[in-house]
């Protein structure tokens, strides 16, 4: 290997270890919990976001694996924001996030379709969070599906996740069908 590819790999993974600086002080932020902390923690994740595009993501899956969590961690902590526009921004992130991760060789390592059960959880929150239960429960649907394709058994935390996935879905079933009930007592009582 010649000294121009050598440091071509050593600078883009700088980039990489920068990215991951980013999201560990945005995961830090995000923690706190407050509404600048959640604020504060988008803009590094931002960041990252915008570093891990800059990298050869076809050479190496860890690097889009990585550009995923910075799309989820952003739409985490939007959904924490939680008004209207900041839900639609969150979920324009799962959504990005998603488009990632479907890229992504997923048998080829555990960690890839862990995250994107994860992804779908994150979507399913949002979508909750913006009272579309239906929508919800369907994410929560495919957060099951991933985890119990058979490749899914090396996934060290896979039956936490699938009981997570599961009371999830049972929550949106149960707060679609409360809402569906208030709505038709409200027509009902109008009358």
């Known amino acids: 290997m010649d000294s121009q590819s050598i440091s071509v790999r050593e600078a883009v993974e700088a980039v990489n270890q920068q990215a991951s600086i980013e999201m560990k002080r945005g995961i830090a932020l ?5 509404p600048a902390s959640l604020s504060d923690a988008i803009g590094h994740f931002d960041r990252a976001i915008e570093l891990r595009c800059g990298l050869p993501l076809d050479a190496n899956p860890f690097f889009r694996h990585g550009l995923a969590a910075g799309w989820m961690n ?3 902590a939007l959904t924490r924001l939680g008004s209207p526009a900041d839900l639609t921004a969150a979920l324009q992130s799962h959504e990005t996030a998603l488009e990632v991760l479907h890229l992504l060789p997923l048998d080829q390592n555990p960690l890839f379709r862990r995250r994107l059960a ?8 949002t979508l ?4 579309d239960f239906g929508e919800a429960a369907k994410s929560f649907a495919e957060a099951i599906a991933v985890l119990q394709n058979e490749t899914a058994v090396a996934i060290a935390d896979r039956n936490y996740l699938l009981a997570a996935a599961w009371m999830n879905q049972a929550n949106a079933f149960v707060r679609g069908h409360e809402s569906r009930r208030r709505h038709f ?4 009582l109008r009358k």
């Open 30 to 34: 995000l923690d706190e919990n407050t």
């Open 74 to 76: 952003r739409g985490d």
């Open 118 to 125: 994860i992804a779908w959880q994150n979507r399913g929150i």
């Open 128 to 131: 909750q969070a913006q009272g």
């Open 185 to 188: 007592a409200a027509g009902v």
